[in-house]
């Protein structure tokens, strides 16, 4: 499983979605999307707005959240399942 984070350096929800990453002691990798590399990521994944949560699953599924919705903790744990 990859878990990748698409933020801005100005995206205030980008930090609340990262600090319950750590919380759960998740490895992610972090894109800032006002970075070449981290637009160009944006652009391969398909990601619109900061922030937006990516989940590569090991059977190749790829799972999204955008934005901060209200059940952000429970879909996120749903999307990692047991691998906290």
Same mark, same amino acid.
């Given at each position: 499983?990859?878990?990748?984070?698409?933020? &801005?350096?100005?995206?205030?929800?980008?930090?609340?979605?990262?600090?319950?990453?750590?919380?759960? &002691?998740?490895?992610?990798?972090?894109?800032?999307?006002?970075?070449?590399? *981290?637009?160009? !990521?944006?652009?391969?994944?398909?990601?619109? !707005?900061?922030?937006?949560?990516?989940? $590569? !699953?090991?059977?190749?599924?790829?799972?999204?959240?955008? *934005?901060?919705?209200?059940?952000?903790?429970?879909?996120?744990? &749903?999307?990692? *399942?047991?691998? $906290?």
């Amino acid at each position: 499983m990859e878990i990748l984070l698409f933020s &801005s350096r100005t995206c205030v929800h980008c930090r609340v979605i990262e600090r319950f990453l750590h919380e759960l &002691s998740l490895d992610y990798r972090k894109f800032y999307v006002d970075d070449v590399e *981290g637009f160009d !990521a944006a652009q391969e994944y398909g990601v619109l !707005a900061v922030p937006t949560l990516v989940v $590569k !699953a090991d059977d190749g599924s790829v799972h999204k959240i955008v *934005g901060l919705p209200q059940d952000f903790r429970e879909r996120i744990m &749903s999307m990692v *399942g047991s691998r $906290k």
